[in-house]
């Protein structure tokens, strides 16, 4: 039985950027502060809230294209938001415990995320097909 999906918040594609965020800004971003890097906390920060933000925006469209634009938003704020946290682990400001951790939230967020996009656009494919005119 499938499960009903009343809010983005139900999406596990949301789920999981959601969890990839928290760690991200309470982890790592609040270490980026404690030692002053601020910048880079900053686009942390961003990047790492713009991938759940996208898919709510997106959910709020109601029309299958539209969401998965701004899904592929989120996507590319999850990889920028991942570039960060490498920068991070580069210039000695988090472990390399916190970059892989970072690492597998990120996967799975991608990972569920590029599922959800498919999905999308078969549904706007099969709805096209099904509001198309039937030759005789």
Not at 31 to 53: G, H, I
Request: with cysteine; hydrophobic share 30%; aromatic share 12%.
């Amino acid at each position: 039985m499938e499960t009903q999906i009343t809010s983005f918040e139900d999406l596990e594609a949301y789920k999981a950027c959601r969890e990839f965020r928290i760690f991200a800004c309470t982890v790592i971003a609040k270490s980026l502060n404690q030692q002053k890097e601020f910048e880079l906390a900053k686009q942390l920060k961003d990047s790492a809230r713009s991938t759940t933000a996208n898919i709510a925006e997106g959910y709020g469209r109601f029309h299958h294209l539209d969401n998965a634009k701004f899904c592929s938003n989120a996507r590319g704020s999850l990889y920028e938001a991942l570039e960060h946290i490498i920068t991070a682990s580069d210039e000695g400001f988090t472990t390399e415990q916190n970059l892989s951790t970072s690492r597998e939230y990120f996967e799975k967020s991608v990972k569920l995320l590029n599922g959800y996009i498919n999905y999308l656009y078969r549904s706007a494919n099969k709805s096209k097909n099904q509001s198309a005119p039937q030759s005789c």
